[in-house]
């Protein structure tokens, strides 16, 4: 079984199993077998009942006399669940759902940019500086500068000073682990500080409208580095594939 640090059996159950139905092992529809995963698991009934009722509730599975377990439809999952958008992350997450997360960041970042240039505090101001000089000081660690960045995306939220907002911290979260994810392991994009800097700077003057044209820009960026990181790939790809053969 996969291991996950700092998490019980239960715990490592409903990892592995979310993961499995999110990356499509079991589509809508299908039965699934408690007994089956006691085996391939190798934990005990409890703990595998334990762990689809924890899937149940983030809308994955329904259990139904005479039906057993079924995965319930896409349409029912909590999509907006933490869990569920780090499991769509985490392994080879589709274009839909890049696109789908690059949309809502493009709604909410700018609303919040907007807000915070009004509603700061001095203590967001210094949460936002703590973070950008840890992605200064991350240099070429990728995983370093991945948890910076989300401290900063984190802090301007906050900075905004509404709670539902603040609350859309999963999404962008999960958006910016998989950008970042992607591109900074590849090791070639483009500085991302100088922006943030500008970011930063128009929220310390409180200026809303620059504070959106400096998320914009930034949201841009991301963009750009994602698809030159895929264009990079995909030509890689082409460039290692065997010649073809001559026809006799």
């Known amino acids: 079984m996969v291991s996950h640090p700092g998490r019980g059996l239960h715990g490592q159950a409903v990892e592995e199993l979310g993961r499995r139905i999110i990356r499509g092992d079991y589509p809508p529809g299908s039965v699934v077998d408690p ?15 334990e762990a689809l009722r924890v899937l149940a509730a983030k809308g994955l599975l329904e259990s139904r006399q005479k039906r057993g377990t079924t995965i319930r439809p896409r349409a029912d999952w909590n999509l907006l669940d933490s869990d569920l958008l780090r499991w769509q992350g985490s392994s080879a997450p589709t274009e839909g759902f890049l696109e789908d997360l690059a949309e809502v960041r493009a709604i909410v970042e700018p609303a919040g940019a907007r807000l915070a240039a009004t509603r700061r505090t001095p203590s967001d101001l210094d949460a936002l500086r703590q973070a950008l000089d840890a992605m200064a000081a991350a240099g070429t660690d990728a995983e370093a500068m991945v948890e ?30 998989v950008r970042d994810r992607i591109v900074h392991g590849a090791r070639h994009f483009a500085d991302s500080i100088p922006v943030h ?6 929220i310390e003057a409180g200026d809303p409208d620059a504070a959106v044209a400096a998320v914009e820009s930034l949201l841009a960026q991301a963009s750009d580095d994602l698809e030159a990181v895929r264009a990079r790939e995909e030509h890689d790809d082409v460039a290692t594939d065997p010649l073809p053969k001559e026809a006799p």
């Not at 603040?166 to 910016?176: N, P, Q, T, Y």
């Not at 800097?197 to 128009?202: E, I, K």
């Open 197 to 202: 800097q500008t970011l930063l700077a128009a």
């Open 35 to 49: 007994a089956k995963f006691e085996t391939e698991l190798g934990v005990s009934k409890t703990v595998v009942r």
């Open 148 to 177: 910076a960045d989300l401290a900063f995306h984190r802090a301007l939220l906050d900075a905004a000073h509404n709670e539902l907002l603040s609350r859309m911290e999963v999404v962008i979260e999960a958006g910016l682990r």
